[in-house]
């Protein structure tokens, strides 16, 4: 095919031309030359084209012809960019697929066994590379996401990737049989009343030992009694609050045609409610803002730190297998035990239909006791005043965030409350406590304040925890009720928060002074016989 002639040059010197020549069936006649000044090196090119051509005719011999080059990794980035409104799970699943080898590789030229070979390293992870194996639907979920780029690129710019979808179908028909991928199994893991209270004491000890904290454990029962999933929760709008309606606004709620402008309204319960206005406490929306996120936000706190929390607290309580939306399942039971049907169901959970909603009901009724908010939270307060006591026993000093509210929201010790008895025992227990040597050494001193009683009107308690500790142990073995001065239905005292309580068949009512009535409190609060005193009438 190749020739070379030599010429002689008008200065003297020999030059030699190599050319190659070839015609050949479906291509246009080749031709190409080349001068070299030895015929060595024209010798040389010759071998080098023919071997070209040899390996890439198409490319060599009709270079007219658009050459089909591009990886998975260009069009997975592509993709994102002009659809950029996915889930966070499944962008960071495609962000990884480009990160691996099948996505360097010509998505013109994938073929069954690289698609095959992906799933299966997927699947048993690379030890050298401390990478973990994962589960057959992770990668049926991952050769989902492939799938939906080869088809947006085949279907919306219009590339010829037919060949690569074939081979793509024919590689999953083959891991399936092999069950090297399969669809996800049904969740049915619900927490146990133990593991709800183990981690409201972990959160809530965490929440009040740490001032620049996330308070997870209302989060968490936010989440059992809303059925709202951890974006969902970090992502509601205080605007969208129907408080007429009981209901909250979900934007861009989860659907699988996409959740983009899918808003939907879900109907809150009272305990639901309860919650909110602890988030919208002032002292807890105040350091919760204190993080830097949305103030118009309900939950402003980052959805990963929620998730990653939860985690890491199963972690620590060896908790095994509980994720946190495993309490939107915990949810959606609680509401099926009590009677809910499946039309109310749906507008707490915004399940659209039974089949997707039946996963997540036990219909089977659990045990007779069932943990709520307000008993954990008793036991989590109650077990940290233990912690703190013990803890106060061996510690020069107080730390700042167990008198941060003291130095910056009081500076006096005057005692506000609904009663006089309550008034005059109070400054007794204070004045007695003055001149306690072995108290100021051993509570005031490490302080480091000049105002140890400080006196919280809004919660009727001292603001810092040591003296509110401190005054309910003198109130439980001195303290007198003077009846008299309470309502006359009262039937019971509770020193822990000053209220007045009146057990009414099976509810729980607390009398509000500015009101002159009795509300009903059951959904946020747990009797605990331990700090009531009960009217003898």
Known sequence: MGTVT???????????RAQVRVKREGYPVYNASKTFSKKSLADEWIKRTEAEIEINPDKMLNPAKELKQATLAEFITAYLEEADSFARTKTSSLKQI?????????????TRQDFSDYA??????DPILGIDGVAPSTVLKELSHIKAVLVHAQFVWGKDIEATLDEFEKSLTGLRKSRIVTKSKTRDRLPTSDELQALTTHFYKNWMRKKRSVPMHLIMWFAIYSGRREDEICSLRLPDYDQHNTQWLVRDAKHPDGSEGNHKYFHMEPKTIMLVGKFMNKETRKRVLELGYSEKLLVPVNTATVSTYFTRACSQLGIEDLRFHDLRHEAATRYAEEGFTIPQLQTITLHESWNTLKRYVNLKKRGDHRLDFAEA??????????????WNKTQRNIASIDTFE???????ETIVVPYKFLEIQINTFIEEHKQNKYFIRKHVKKLQTEYPFAWNKEKQEFYIKEIQIAWEDWFADHG???????PDEA???????NRVIRLFKNRVLAFDHDLNAWLDISNDYYFEEHYHIENPK
Do not use: C, P
């Open 6 to 16: 030599k010429r002689a040059q008008a200065d003297g010197t020999t030059r030699y």
């Open 98 to 110: 480009a990160s691996v080898e099948i996505s360097e590789k010509n998505i013109y030229s994938l």
């Open 120 to 125: 299966i390293k997927r699947r048993k992870g």
């Open 377 to 390: 939270m008793s036991v989590a307060e109650g077990s940290y005043n233990n912690h703190f006591k013990e």
């Open 406 to 412: 003291a130095f910056e929201m009081s500076q006096d």
């Open 480 to 486: 007198q009720v003077a009846w008299s001065e309470l």
């Open 491 to 497: 039937s019971h005292f509770s020193f822990k928060n």
